[in-house]
């Protein structure tokens, strides 16, 4: 069974940090990003990493935000820096498994006061 696992959302205060973990299981996984929705917004892309390592970011996190994994756990991270309060929103983990099928996390919450 393929499984993404969110974890490390939560309530900060806006210039905080927070670290998502997204944990992944079941099969291997070239592509990995991370995605956040609003309410009454569509789904849009944060950061993305390879499996190699080649990283694409939004343009609204650059210089704020850093995307990693770790293979040999099958985990990907989002270091979240400077936080505003116009990243509050949902955090899903995105994973694309080498057959080509995509898988979503369930999402994890992350709201930044100001």
């Known amino acids: 069974q393929v499984q993404l696992v969110e974890s490390g959302g939560g309530l900060v205060q806006a210039g905080g940090s927070l670290r998502l973990s997204c944990a992944a299981s079941g099969t291997v996984f070239n592509y990995m990003g991370w995605y956040r929705q609003a309410p009454g917004k569509q789904r849009e892309l944060v950061a993305a990493?390879?499996?190699?390592?080649?990283?694409t970011y939004a343009d609204s996190v650059k210089e704020r935000f850093t995307i990693s994994r770790d293979n040999a756990k099958n985990t990907m991270y989002l270091q979240m820096n400077s936080l505003k309060p116009e990243d509050t929103d949902v955090y899903y983990c995105?994973?694309?498994?080498?057959?080509?099928?995509?898988?979503w996390g369930q999402g994890t919450q992350v709201t930044v006061s100001s």
């Open positions: 990493i390879t499996r190699s390592g080649t990283t």
């Open positions: 995105r994973a694309d498994g080498i057959l080509g099928a995509t898988y």
